[in-house]
């Protein structure tokens, strides 16, 4: 079983910057990628980035690229997601998640969750 425990969430003004870490825990692999996903009050929860692991690929959510960026520290079993230039509709609750699989931007197809973090933009 994995554990994935996200932090770094909070208020924070438009225009400002923030970091969200996950870090992983447990039976780790066999994984292919990690991702961010978020949920805002009435809505579906959207997948927002991802990396692959071993290599280091990233995939974006077009609302969010060139504003986020996604890393990973494997020393550190390690997953962050850096967000500038935030905006309102960035308020949401933000989750971590794991996948064996390549289809990362597809909520359905990560087996394991963090419990999320809260993310409010003030304008």
């Known amino acids: 079983q994995v554990q994935l425990e996200e932090s770094g969430g909070g208020l924070v003004q438009a225009g400002g910057s923030l970091r969200l870490s996950c870090a992983a825990s447990g039976r780790t692999f066999p994984r292919y990628a990690m991702g961010w996903f978020r949920q805002a009050p009435g809505k579906e929860r959207e997948f927002v980035a991802a990396i692959s692991w071993s290599v280091g690929t990233t995939y974006y959510a077009d609302s969010v690229k060139g504003r986020f960026t996604i890393s990973r520290d494997a020393a550190k079993n390690t997953v962050y997601l850096q967000m500038e230039s935030r905006k309102p509709e960035d308020t949401a609750v933000y989750y971590c998640?794991?996948?064996?699989?390549?289809?990362?931007?597809?909520?359905?197809?990560?087996?394991?969750w963090g419990q999320g973090t809260q993310v409010t933009v003030s304008s």
């Open positions: 998640a794991s996948t064996v699989t390549t289809v990362v931007r597809t909520s359905t197809f990560y087996n394991n």
